[in-house]
């Protein structure tokens, strides 16, 4: 079974500062894939970003990107330049083959002006 | 509309009653899921539709009866619920049960 930790329940963060949110992992496959999704207050869950488990660069997308440490089972995303609109409940998920998502109990991140 | 659309967001039914939640998703996906999200827990995932065929079923009491007429709706039926059945149901929806699972915004769930 896959497990999914998300060690630290709410984060803070002055607006234009940068924040790194940490997840680490169990899973007995080779070949997975990760995300980290992101829900607002208004509850519409969105994926942020993925990475595959094979790919050694670490995946970005603009001011988000991520610190992928295989042997580790880590998984943390960074946020750069961090805005109003970034607070939110942020999962960490896993996946593999086909298989459904296993998530994490998120992070709750606030931006404080 | 797009994306993926639940109605209603907000529903209070005490015990004895019945009622469904609607999930419609205008991705031209094929795989559909629902989930439960309770407060300080993981995401539970409940039912997955494949091609309108349930593939999966998360051990999840009968009180809850999932529906899935086509690829593009879900419903979720729901009677004699328990108050501990309050939480947010949310829908998803992906391509070939593939990783990019697109999101509702839920059904905030009251059980009185």
């Known amino acids: 079974a896959q497990t999914v930790t998300q060690s630290q329940p709410e984060m803070s963060v002055q607006e234009a500062e940068t924040v790194t949110l940490s997840c680490t992992y169990d899973?007995?496959?080779?070949?997975?894939?990760l995300f980290w999704y992101k829900q607002p207050p208004s509850r519409q869950m969105i994926l942020v970003i993925r990475?595959?488990?094979?790919?050694?660069q670490n995946a970005t997308e603009n001011r988000f990107s991520v610190n992928f440490q295989k042997a580790a089972k880590s998984f943390s995303l960074k946020i750069s330049d961090s805005q109003l609109g970034d607070a939110a409940m942020y999962f960490c998920?896993?996946?593999?083959?086909?298989?459904?998502?296993?998530f994490g109990t998120g992070t709750r991140l606030t931006i404080i002006p | 509309e797009t994306g993926v659309t639940q109605t209603p967001r907000h529903l209070v039914m005490g015990m004895t009653n019945k009622k469904s939640l609607k999930c419609e998703q205008h991705?031209?996906?094929?795989?559909m899921y629902w989930y439960k999200q309770s407060a300080k827990k993981p995401l539970e995932l409940m039912f997955v539709?494949?091609?309108?065929?349930?593939?999966e079923n998360n051990s999840v009491p009968s009180r809850f009866s999932p529906e899935c007429p086509n690829s593009s709706h879900l419903f979720l039926h729901l009677h004699t619920l328990q108050p501990e059945d309050s939480a947010l149901y949310l829908c998803?929806?992906?391509?070939?049960?593939?990783?990019?699972?697109?999101f509702g915004p839920g059904t905030r769930l009251t059980v009185t």
């Open positions: 998920a896993i996946a593999f083959g086909n298989e459904k998502l296993t």
């Open positions: 991705l031209g996906h094929n795989a």
């Open positions: 990475q595959e488990a094979y790919k050694q």
């Open positions: 539709y494949n091609f309108k065929e349930q593939t």
């Open positions: 998803a929806s992906s391509q070939d049960r593939a990783y990019e699972q697109y």
């Open positions: 899973t007995s496959e080779s070949d997975y894939y």
